[in-house]
């Protein structure tokens, strides 16, 4: 699976202005890919707006990490809060975009991203939060697992995170959006085809007339 | 009103089966000298409150490995295999809310109340239906508050009255916590005088904390910190 191809696509969803949250894992490799001269306030919900990325010839500072455990730095404007301020904002809608992974997404736009019963259970952190009250909700996850089954379901089998939050799934193989009428497929990855992507989606998608390549 | 006390005579009064909430997200604001004391003195079937469980073999993860934990309330511990082998296997109960519910179980036992109304985890298998209730028109949660007998906090900096100021992400959970507890006890790495604070700077008012351990005096200082 071509992550990187999901992350670039994902990077290009952020725009000046936002307060973004990332997830652990994919999301935060976003980091890597966006312009220096994008002006987005980075949540981290450990009591961070403003994080950044620190580059290798910084200093670190050990009381400054990321949700994640990451060392990181702190751009210009950025302020520090403790846990019941940084989910007040959380729950409040003033996160304006959060990224985040699935294990399981669903036509409702439901999602399925904490646990897999007597695999894995490490507890909810802040992802139920974010899930639920995010305004726009975007899931990056491989299209199918490992063993080819399509993660992008008619119904999440699993423990939901939160139900009917997705605005946007970006897979390695397509861009789809949750709509009122069901899921959109708006983008197929470069050398597929559609009909491909249908094949390999188990949830229903709606065709646009205008199908884009990423 | 100086509260700065031996770090043997204050962990020495927390007792076998208490409730104790300890700061901390990960290492920064996680109080590795008090952790380190309790593990010295063995008191046993303790309830824990923290955000994580530290990675293994560093912070409170040491006091569940060394079975001195009964009982952890948490958010996420998937940075520690050890504890999560440990709680699968049955051999320490885990309780897991999400964390900003977590956050705010605790503040609102900081603020002296016993609960609040929310919708967060509602379509999940989190809400338990006896939770629920009707209130102006919708379906809520009822959180209870969470309170502890004692909280163990790290601040950069104190005063020995016990005003509190935190390092940039090491403040996450602990000023909550400070006022959840009924008895706070403060480690810091700069005691410092008084008139070095600035009272509009303080994180957390001295009222809310009863004991303060120089770390510069503490014979085992802060072993455990770094990544």
Redesign the interface.
Known sequence: MDVTKIIKRAAQELVSGQVVNLGIGLPTKILDHIPPELDVFFQ?????LGAKKISENESV???????G?A?IN?REGAS?????V???M??RGKIDVTIMGAFEVDQEGSLANWKIPGYFS????????LA??TPKVIILCSHNDKKGNSKILKKCKL?????KCISRIITDKAVIDVTNEGLVLKEIAEGLTINEVIKQTEALLIIPKNVGTF | MNKQIAIEDVIATIPDGASIMVGGFGNPGTPFTLIDELLKQGQRNLTLIKNDANEAFIGISKLIENGQVNKLITSHIGLNKVVIDMMNQEMLDVEFHPQGILAEKVRNAGAGCYGFLTDVGLDTEITDQESLINYQGKTLKIESALYADFALIHAHSADCYGNLVYESSAMNFSPLMAMAANKVIVETSHLVPATDLVPAHIHTPSAFVDSIVDLALSTHKNTSAGI
């Open positions: 981290s919900e450990n009591g961070i500072d050990p009381d400054l990490i990321d949700s455990g060392h702190i520090f809060f403790d846990s019941s940084s989910f007040a959380i729950r490490p507890g909810i952190g802040g992802a139920m939060e639920q009250k423990p939901l995170t939160a139900k």
